[in-house]
């Protein structure tokens, strides 16, 4: 594996982490009470971090 290769995958998978992240926060704070905008806000944010992972 090329240091490039290393590089994308460990980019790649941190992307993925916060956009799973952001997915968990959006889904305890609508639990919690917060307002839906805020929570859509975290899921639109979360979902553009997960496609962002699947293309690096």
Known sequence: MSAEGAA???VSIIL???G?????????DF???FGL???LLL???????LVISGRV
């Open 37 to 39: 905008l805020y929570c």
């Open 16 to 18: 993925l982490i916060i």
């Open 43 to 49: 899921v639109v944010f979360g979902v553009i971090f």
């Open 8 to 10: 994308r995958s460990v």
């Open 31 to 33: 639990f919690a009470g």
């Open 20 to 28: 799973l992240l952001f997915l968990v926060f959006a889904a305890v």
